[in-house]
């Protein structure tokens, strides 16, 4: 007589289901790791995009006054410490008064023949761009 | 004999119930995901269609006396020359009635606010010139979004 135990139908279905269910998962782990990858790189690419609109608006603003930062600080109503502009903007790019309540900082440092103009988030740089300061026309 | 005990059914059940689960989770947030993207695009199109396109078009015709800001009916806009053909023309881009609009025609004067084509709604555009030759614009899309632009003429304006 054979006494060894032999699978039934119904053992052979679940084991059958859990290695299907198995593979869906890594499956759907795959997908939702690319899903908040897609998320990732939309919010970086929206920010990027808002950093380049600020950062060219601060640059035209930078050669109009032909390289005086003070007057770029009065343009921009802000304040001009030691050849440095810092302006500070919300998580929906909003300015704000206070680095302590900012999402992004934008900061036009004056060099020899120009400035530069840098963007940051929170943990990293976004751009940075060199701007020469123009004689202003007329 | 072996008896049934239903184990195995419990189990099936269970793992039908988890695969749907994490069927309809990875839907939700796929959907989630793209509704976002969607979002950040057309807001990213709203911007382009708008403040940008007002700011390449002054890049591309910035030079002397060519471009200048002023009225036209009662809303601010901005008047930009062109020379085609020898022929001199006009472009007027302002908002009025709900929608960024442009006309272009040799003489503005003869025309009205409501000449112009359509390019995107949008509730108002202010002008203003805080220092000689930047331009600054103001424009609210029609979600209500604020943006502004700066922009120095190399040339000079007008």
């Known amino acids: ?138 | 004999m072996k008896r049934n005990t239903g184990s195995g059914t419990i189990a099936a059940l269970i793992l039908t119930v988890i695969f749907g689960a994490a069927l309809l989770l990875s839907i939700a947030s796929g959907a989630s995901v793209y509704r976002h993207v969607a979002d950040r695009v057309e807001t990213g199109s709203r911007q382009r269609v708008g403040l940008s396109y007002i700011t390449a078009k002054i890049h591309g015709s910035d030079e002397t006396d060519s471009v200048h800001v002023g009225k036209f009916g009662n809303t601010d806009a901005l008047f930009i020359s062109l020379v085609e053909d020898g022929d001199e023309y006009e472009n007027v881009i302002y908002v009025y009635n709900g929608y960024l609009m442009e006309l272009l025609c040799e003489d503005a004067e003869g025309f009205g606010p409501e000449d112009g084509e359509i390019i995107n709604e949008a509730v108002s555009l202010n002008i203003d010139e805080p220092v000689p030759s930047l331009l600054r614009f103001i424009y609210t899309d029609e979600s209500g979004t604020v943006e502004a632009a700066d922009v120095y003429l190399r040339s000079g304006g007008r």
Not at chain 1, 21 to 33: K, P, S
Not at chain 1, 79 to 107: H, P
Request: glycine letters at 6%.
């Open chain 1, 1 to 138: 007589m054979d006494n060894r135990l032999r699978p039934t139908r119904s053992g052979l279905f679940a084991i059958e289901l859990l290695i299907s269910v198995g593979i869906f998962i890594f499956c759907a782990a795959i997908c939702l790791g690319l899903f908040s990858k897609a998320e990732s790189i939309s919010s970086e690419s929206a920010d990027l995009n808002r950093a380049v609109n600020e950062a060219r608006s601060v640059s035209e603003c930078y050669k109009a006054c032909g390289g005086d930062i003070d007057s770029v600080s009065m343009l921009l109503d802000s304040k001009a410490d030691s050849g440095c502009i810092k302006l500070f903007y919300d998580d929906l790019w909003n300015r704000v008064s206070e680095k302590s309540i900012s999402s992004f900082n934008l900061i036009l440092s004056q060099k020899e023949n120009g400035a530069v103009v840098t963007v940051c988030s929170s943990n990293k740089e976004l751009l940075s761009w060199f701007v020469s300061a123009l004689e202003v026309a007329g």
